[in-house]
């Protein structure tokens, strides 16, 4: 059975990033029937950076439903490399074969990319996000078509937005 929705807190229930995409991966490998939005909403704090596995979200492909990575109130909870293992150099990564991910109200900083959506992660969402000083790209995107960017604000980076 999937869970739909996780809060992720310092105090728990899920306590990262990685812990909820982990229990999503899971839950779609072994019931990739989708019958809602799936969402992690993020409470006030600093957390560690995360990594959606290359095809974890294809059940959601052809469907109109979304993961939806987002603030959980009127806040920006920060995703920093400083509570990252050193091997997470992109804050939020969406590897290839994910389509339909939104990443809304999020602060990501000192990764090489704050966020990247790869190859055939298709319609991917990023809203309302403030990426500051990671060292490449603030939002990289490849290869994805019906990709939406609006309302973030991206500083002290080699480059801002790239798409391609």
Same mark, same amino acid.
């Not at 990023?126 to 790209?137: E, G, L, W």
């Not at 960017?149 to 500083?155: D, P, R």
């Given at each position: 059975?999937?869970?739909?929705?996780?809060?992720?807190?310092?105090?728990?229930?899920?306590?990262?990033?990685?812990?909820?995409?982990?229990?999503?991966?899971?839950?779609?490998?072994?019931?990739?029937?989708?019958?809602?939005?799936?969402?992690?909403?993020?409470?006030?704090?600093?957390?560690?950076?995360?990594?959606?596995?290359?095809?974890?979200?294809?059940?959601?492909?052809?469907?109109?439903?979304?993961?939806?990575?987002?603030?959980?109130?009127? +806040? #920006?909870? %920060?995703?920093?490399?400083? =509570?990252? !293992?050193?091997?997470?150099? *992109?804050?939020i990564d969406i590897g290839s074969g994910n389509p339909n991910v939104t990443i809304n109200g999020l602060?990501?900083? +000192? #990764?090489? %990319?704050?966020?990247?959506? =790869?190859? !055939?992660?298709?319609?991917? *969402?990023?809203?309302?996000?403030?990426?500051?000083?990671?060292?490449?790209?603030?939002?990289?995107?490849?290869?994805?078509?019906?990709?939406?960017?609006?309302?973030?604000?991206?500083?002290?980076?080699?480059?801002?937005?790239?798409?391609?």
């Amino acid at each position: 059975m999937i869970t739909y929705s996780y809060t992720i807190s310092s105090d728990g229930p899920t306590y990262s990033i990685q812990e909820a995409i982990n229990k999503i991966t899971d839950d779609l490998a072994s019931n990739p029937v989708v019958e809602r939005d799936i969402t992690i909403n993020i409470q006030d704090g600093t957390y560690a950076g995360a990594t959606i596995p290359n095809g974890a979200l294809l059940p959601l492909l052809n469907t109109s439903y979304r993961l939806i990575i987002q603030s959980a109130g009127e +806040y #920006f909870p %920060v995703i920093d490399f400083n =509570d990252s !293992n050193e091997s997470q150099v *992109v804050g939020i990564d969406i590897g290839s074969g994910n389509p339909n991910v939104t990443i809304n109200g999020l602060r990501l900083h +000192y #990764f090489s %990319v704050g966020i990247r959506a =790869d190859l !055939n992660s298709h319609f991917p *969402v990023v809203r309302d996000c403030i990426i500051t000083n990671n060292r490449n790209a603030g939002i990289f995107i490849s290869e994805c078509d019906q990709v939406s960017v609006v309302q973030n604000v991206v500083v002290n980076g080699d480059y801002g937005i790239v798409t391609r």
